[in-house]
């Protein structure tokens, strides 16, 4: 079983949409959550990082935390053709080098 | 303020050659990583350094070697190139807590044949 688990799409929704993505993960030690945005042939850039459970909000973008579910996701409200990317969740502990990734989610919106 | 910079952009060795793989940034950040990233694998960790003169493996550092020269600059060394290691490399670095290199490169495209 891998550590992080992300479905990888493709997933296409209109211009104005919510999106909705999503990971799993199996390590009850992770305790700091990231989403990257990752345009094609580019690096990943950080979008979401948040410490442990709850919610952050940033503009249209949210992140939720259950660690009870140990389920992340982020949520993309008035989704816009500039969203269109691959999305990585990422995760690790605070005693170590457990770095994780999960393979990423493919996103089109479509004008 | 160039961020994090790799060269070079793109790599085509034969099985058996080295290289090495240069990265630097300049956002004054302590810890660097170096990761691959495979169609279906997503990002994997080759080997990170939380501070000058650490260096610490990661979750695939079989085949590579890395040298943090300096705050700056950390290099990642393939000594005897497989095709195997033909893979998009990612230099990272991050300043903050927990990890996860939050800042990356542009990457290398290499090719091994």
């Known amino acids: 079983q891998k550590e992080v688990e992300q479905d990888p799409g493709p997933l296409s929704v209109p211009e104005g949409a919510i999106v909705s993505l999503n990971c799993t993960y199996s390590n009850s030690a992770f305790q700091y959550f990231m989403w990257y945005r990752q345009y094609s042939r580019k690096g990943p850039e950080l979008l979401m990082y948040t410490y442990s459970s709850g919610n952050k909000e940033d503009g249209r973008f949210t992140a939720q935390v259950d660690k009870s579910s140990k389920y992340i996701s982020l949520f993309i409200r008035d989704s816009q053709p500039s969203d269109s990317a691959t999305y990585l969740c990422?995760?690790?502990?605070?005693?170590?080098?457990?770095?994780?990734f999960g393979t990423g989610t493919s996103l089109t919106v479509i004008p | 303020n160039a961020g994090v910079t790799q060269t070079p952009k793109f790599q085509v060795l034969k099985t058996g050659q080295s290289m090495t793989l240069q990265c630097a940034q300049d956002m004054n950040h302590n810890s660097m990583y170096w990761y691959r990233q495979d169609p279906g694998m997503g990002l994997r960790l080759i080997y990170y350094?939380?501070?000058?003169?650490?260096?610490d493996k990661g979750e695939v550092p079989n085949g590579y070697n890395v040298s943090r020269l300096n705050k700056r600059e950390f290099s990642l060394r393939l000594e005897s190139a497989a095709p195997s290691q033909t893979s998009v490399y990612f230099c990272?670095?991050?300043?903050?807590?927990?990890?996860?290199?939050?800042?990356f490169g542009p990457g290398t495209r290499l090719t091994v044949l």
């Open positions: 350094s939380a501070s000058e003169g650490t260096t």
């Open positions: 990422a995760m690790n502990s605070n005693t170590g080098n457990q770095f994780y």
């Open positions: 990272a670095s991050s300043g903050g807590p927990g990890g996860m290199g939050k800042f």
